[in-house]
């Protein structure tokens, strides 16, 4: 090969390099954008977090576990879609051990839920996390965490969750696999897709 063959295919490598690794989809968040990101996403978790379980509260109240199950059953995704909307964002709570199947979590997701759930194993406590996922698209993660009001629908069977209400989740989600959590337990996250 001659020489200036050469140095005419190894110039185009690295301008093809140049292009191909300096793409958005690589480009990391700045400082700036990691921060403004955490700030929106905690917003919109925490927003999205009161509605539910005021919502979740005032059905226990109106009549206990059954309605509140039929409840999340029933309302649970409207409430995150409308919330969604307003924002302009989509908004998941998804997990390793799923209740509902719908709440499977795509390969990003997967990838950071046991990115979590290995840092929770180690003793670390857990920080929302934000990533970039596409060349326009920015992903917010924040754990869930198990506090005692949960226990009631995903604790240990026969124990923390009633065996009658058990039933009741089993008729609604027969894939259940979210029961035999404990307090502190890591849960699951939240999913916010800019
Ligand atoms: C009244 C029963 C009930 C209580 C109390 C409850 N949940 Fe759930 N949870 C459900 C049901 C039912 C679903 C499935 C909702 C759906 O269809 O999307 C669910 C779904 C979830 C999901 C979505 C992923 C999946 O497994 O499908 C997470 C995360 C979750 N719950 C966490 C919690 C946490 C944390 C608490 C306490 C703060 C809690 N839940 C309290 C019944 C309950």
Same mark, same amino acid.
């Given at each position: 090969?001659? &020489? ?10 690295? &301008? ?79 997990? &390793? ?17 046991? =990115? ?9 406590? &857990? ?6 996922? =596409? ?22 069977? =026969? ?36």
């Amino acid at each position: 090969m001659k &020489l200036s063959n050469i140095i005419l295919i190894s110039t185009m490598t690295s &301008l093809l390099c140049l292009f191909s690794c300096n793409n958005d989809t690589q480009k990391r968040l700045s400082q700036e954008e990691t921060t403004e990101y955490l700030m929106k996403g905690k917003e919109i978790t925490q927003s999205t977090f009161k509605a539910l379980s005021s919502e979740l509260k005032a059905a226990l109240a109106r009549g206990g576990i059954e309605e509140a199950i039929s409840y999340c059953n029933i309302q649970a995704m409207p409430i995150t879609d409308s919330l969604a909307k307003a924002y302009d964002v989509k908004i998941k709570r998804t997990s &390793l051990k799923t209740r509902n199947p719908d709440n499977a979590p795509n390969e990003k997701e997967q990838e950071i839920l046991e =990115g979590y759930l290995k840092l929770h194993q180690q003793g670390d406590s &857990l920080k929302p996390s934000v990533h970039r996922i =596409g060349v326009d698209k920015v992903l917010f993660t924040a754990p869930i965490m198990v506090q005692p009001l949960c226990l009631n629908c995903h604790g240990e069977v =026969g124990k923390s969750l009633q065996q009658a209400n058990y039933e009741i989740i089993k008729k609604h989600y027969p894939d259940d696999q979210a029961s035999g959590y404990e307090m502190g337990d890591f849960r699951g996250i939240w999913s916010v897709e800019f």
